[in-house]
């Protein structure tokens, strides 16, 4: 069984979705919304496996809701609008489905339900990613999901490969950009480069400590994060 939740601001584009999952027994409709900011709180309150979402919707459109979900669904596009089917595809939705549509069409995107959902989840980060603004949110990989969590929860950023790893708390989240790539996707005004392999950040800094001719950082967490000399004119800046 996959739980299903419809978000649209036109009711007869729920009526159409809820009579065409009559024929899907396995597919179990839990909830239904008619605006972006209620999609957000009720996806992530429900978890759904399976979200059917128009785009242009008050509050938010689906495209911003995508970026607030702790966890990624699979997602169907639904809307009357086509200008928007190139970027639909660009986050790997499971399908677009353009207004009006026919139950064939329906079924169709129904099969495709068995897609790839880490393409989702890497090109959604690239939304959250890609804002104007620094994020306040990212998009991680933890435990074979998909889950949102605030920056400001970060306590440093590890370079591993052209992955970065997060190190939250005690926990330590999977990222799929690289380090120079969240060195610049980063608020400069909270996290300083003080490594080629290490971001920190300095609302998480417990103490510095003299190592040789640099230092080391002592986390919050208490993990301890290496200052190379290459760095160091970085670290000397924020010193009184």
Same mark, same amino acid.
């Given at each position: 069984?996959? #739980?299903?939740?419809?978000?649209?601001?036109?009711?007869? %584009?729920?009526?159409?979705?809820?009579?065409?999952?009559?024929?899907?027994?396995? /597919?179990? /409709?839990? @909830?239904?919304?008619?605006? %972006?900011?209620?999609?957000?709180?009720?996806?992530?309150?429900?978890?759904?496996? /399976?979200?059917?979402?128009?785009?242009?919707?008050?509050?938010?459109?689906?495209?911003?809701?995508?970026?607030?979900?702790?966890?990624?669904?699979?997602?169907?596009?639904? $809307?009357?609008?086509?200008?928007?089917?190139?970027?639909?595809?660009?986050?790997?939705?499971?399908?677009?489905?353009?207004?009006?549509? $026919?139950?064939?069409?329906?079924?169709?995107?129904?099969?495709?339900?068995?897609?790839?959902?880490?393409?989702?989840?890497?090109?959604?980060?690239?939304?959250?990613?890609?804002? $104007?603004?620094?994020?306040?949110?990212?998009?991680?990989? #933890?435990?074979?999901?998909?889950? $949102?969590?605030?920056?400001?929860?970060?306590?440093?950023?590890? @370079?591993?490969?052209?992955?970065?790893?997060?190190?939250?708390?005690?926990?330590?989240?999977?990222?799929?950009?690289?380090?120079?790539?969240?060195?610049?996707? /980063?608020?400069?005004?909270?996290?300083?480069?003080?490594?080629?392999?290490?971001?920190?950040?300095?609302?998480?800094?417990?103490?510095?400590?003299?190592?040789?001719?640099?230092?080391?950082?002592?986390?919050?967490?208490?993990?301890?994060?290496?200052?190379?000399?290459?760095?160091?004119?970085?670290?000397?800046?924020?010193?009184?």
């Amino acid at each position: 069984m996959k #739980k299903v939740l419809i978000a649209d601001d036109e009711n007869s %584009g729920r009526k159409l979705i809820k009579e065409y999952l009559e024929d899907f027994p396995n /597919l179990v /409709l839990i @909830a239904e919304v008619n605006n %972006g900011v209620d999609a957000i709180s009720e996806i992530n309150r429900f978890k759904p496996d /399976l979200v059917f979402l128009d785009i242009q919707m008050p509050g938010k459109t689906g495209f911003e809701v995508l970026t607030y979900l702790e966890e990624l669904p699979d997602i169907i596009f639904s $809307t009357a609008y086509d200008e928007y089917a190139l970027k639909a595809f660009e986050v790997h939705a499971v399908d677009y489905l353009l207004k009006p549509y $026919t139950k064939e069409r329906f079924k169709s995107a129904i099969e495709r339900l068995n897609g790839d959902n880490q393409k989702l989840g890497n090109l959604t980060e690239s939304l959250i990613m890609d804002k $104007t603004e620094y994020p306040s949110r990212v998009l991680v990989n #933890k435990s074979k999901k998909l889950i $949102t969590i605030a920056v400001d929860e970060i306590q440093w950023v590890e @370079a591993y490969g052209d992955y970065s790893k997060l190190h939250v708390g005690q926990d330590i989240l999977l990222s799929n950009f690289g380090i120079s790539d969240l060195e610049q996707k /980063l608020s400069p005004q909270k996290f300083l480069r003080v490594h080629r392999s290490s971001i920190i950040n300095l609302d998480k800094v417990k103490e510095l400590n003299k190592y040789g001719k640099s230092y080391d950082v002592t986390m919050l967490n208490e993990e301890v994060v290496r200052v190379s000399r290459g760095y160091m004119e970085a670290i000397k800046k924020i010193m009184l």
